[in-house]
């Protein structure tokens, strides 16, 4: 079962190389669809609870993941549950709880592996997803079953009497587990040790010896890197996703600790206040904003029309897949982007650099440039600038440029085309400049230029 698509790469050097190799990663999930699905039919046919929809309440949920943070957030976990709130605990951090004064009210457990009974520590009450080995339900019979929304998961089930939910969020526990206190009437969560990151060398607030050898990746997020395991860059990730339905739903999320989830919600909750920078790390980290790409859709027109010969600047590259494309047609090209995240998989193996348009351009000139679904996004006043700096790097560049307002933006609560301007205004804006509009097309939702210097 491929997870929730994640913009991932390692970086490997072989000693004699001159250049590192980077590699693409999907992650998938750590257990093969036939077990989970042989899994949820064992489970599903003991004579537990399943988890139903419980109406809305005032309850506090506590949800604690395992990160290092947690261990600095005891006390105060300790005096929110001494005011009533409800312990969720994740995992292995039931046990660290527990060897810290608190016990849990709830441990959850949606992991797959034999290996995960592990982890089934102290708790008042257990919650195990339908898909975990039956071994857990070994160690405590009366756990209450619940299910993950997974398509045709229905058909594993026996026939059931009474009334049960289906739990979405997935990527991680954690993750799922903020539905899963959703669908049990919590509309409060206060969440502990989601770091999904490393402290120092540490990825736990104690040692989790199963997951001792996880491939870890270094992941930059506005100014900072991060070390963290595949599977917690996607929580993170996905995370923001989840969240942002919930808080639709009337859900307060407040996320203590540190690390790279909780440094990309502060951010996220600090939007007014975002650099351009973050603005778009955030937007990419919504699958959907990558669904269309123009970049993908004008690369036929572009060499069709123009066939490009040399190298080719992509300028606000984007996902990258229109620089496949051109690269299929037998170009060298050169990726620039100012955020890290937004090229797919495939683009990460293509030359790129970081770079803000609104600034000097520090890469060598090339006899083409490429630029789509960028200058509505630059902010009126540095739509000049850009404009030249982009041409100071190619004797030639083909544009794109939406002409119509943003519908993406809402996914965080912004504006995403700040310069919504008719083709002609451009037209006149590329003249003014000294530039020579050699061709163009009005697509009626944007406008298609191709300039000379």
């Excluded at 930059?220 to 890197?225: M, S, V």
């Excluded at 639709?248 to 790279?260: F, Q």
Aim: glycine share 6%; hydrophobic share 40%; aromatic share 10%.
């Amino acid at each position: 079962m491929q997870l929730p698509y994640s913009n991932l790469q390692i970086t490997h050097q072989n000693l004699e190389a001159k250049n590192p190799l980077i590699l693409p990663i999907h992650v998938i999930c750590n257990t093969d669809d036939e077990q989970i699905h042989e899994n949820i039919m064992i489970n599903s046919r003991l004579p537990n609870k399943w988890q139903k929809l419980v109406p809305e309440h005032n309850k506090v949920a506590i949800l604690c993941g395992s990160g290092p943070s947690l261990a600095d957030s005891i006390e105060e976990i300790k005096a929110k549950q001494a005011n009533g709130g409800i312990v969720f605990s994740m995992n292995g951090a039931a046990q660290f709880l527990d060897d810290n004064g608190i016990l849990a009210d709830y441990q959850v457990i949606i992991d797959a592996r034999d290996e995960t009974a592990q982890l089934v520590g102290p708790a008042k009450q257990h919650l195990f997803a339908s898909q975990v080995s039956y071994r857990c339900f070994e160690r405590v019979p009366d756990a209450i079953l619940w299910h993950l929304q997974i398509e045709g998961i229905d058909d594993y089930f026996p026939e059931y009497n009474d009334s049960y939910c289906l739990i979405g969020g997935a990527a991680s526990v954690g993750n799922t587990a903020t539905c899963l206190a959703y669908a049990m009437g919590y509309r409060d969560l206060q969440i502990y040790g989601y770091d999904s990151s490393n402290k120092g060398t540490s990825s736990h607030s104690f040692h989790q010896k199963m997951n001792d050898g996880e491939p870890m990746a270094s992941v930059k997020f506005g100014e900072k890197d991060y070390l963290c395991s595949l599977t917690m860059k996607l929580q993170a990730e996905k995370f923001m996703d989840t969240s942002r339905v919930l808080r639709s739903y009337g859900v307060n999320i407040d996320v203590h600790g540190y690390g790279l989830l909780p440094d990309m919600w502060a951010a996220w909750k600090d939007l007014p206040n975002l650099s351009e920078q973050a603005k778009y790390e955030l937007m990419w980290t919504h699958p959907e904003y990558r669904d269309v790409a123009p970049g993908e859709l004008c690369a036929e027109k572009f060499i069709k029309l123009f066939k490009p010969i040399g190298r080719v600047i992509d300028f606000g590259c984007g996902t990258g897949r229109g620089a496949l494309k051109i690269k299929e047609y037998g170009c060298e090209v050169q990726l620039i982007d100012f955020t890290e995240n937004s090229r797919d998989l495939e683009a990460r193996t293509l030359p790129f650099k970081r770079v803000d348009l609104t600034e000097k351009i520090d890469v060598f000139k090339a006899e083409y440039g490429y630029c789509t679904d960028v200058m509505e996004h630059i902010e009126p006043k540095k739509v000049e600038t850009v404009i030249k700096n982009i041409m100071e790097k190619c004797d030639q560049c083909f544009f794109q440029i939406s002409t119509v307002p943003d519908q993406m933006g809402a996914l965080i609560g912004q504006d995403l085309h700040l310069t919504v301007r008719p083709m002609k205004w451009w037209n006149d804006l590329f003249v003014k400049l000294g530039y020579v509009v050699k061709w163009q097309e009005d697509q009626k939702i944007a406008a298609l230029f191709f300039i000379i210097t």
